[in-house]
């Protein structure tokens, strides 16, 4: 990670060039995952890294809410302020069991 792995972090989610910024900010606007690839026509990372993380996640049983959310809207179109509301209304609990 290191330095370097913060300023692409940064970048990506500031700069107005980032197909991944572009992606979410299309999905905040209401439009559809499938959509937003449309119009934005690069590859967007995020969008398969989501796929593949939430893969992983149930293959090793690991509990996963924000990907399992993130998940839902891209490939299943949950809308976002359906996601944001079951997040939020989750049980406080620790981090660790």
Known sequence: ???AGLG???LTCTDNQS???RFGMALAKGQ???EALAEISQVVEGYSAAKAVHGVAARLGIE???CEATYRVLYEGL???QAVQALMA???RPEHD
């Open 1 to 3: 990670m290191g330095l």
């Open 8 to 10: 692409d972090l940064v």
């Open 19 to 21: 197909r991944n910024r």
């Open 32 to 34: 559809s995952a499938e």
């Open 64 to 66: 996963m809410p924000i």
């Open 79 to 81: 809308p976002v302020k």
């Open 90 to 92: 989750r049980e406080i």
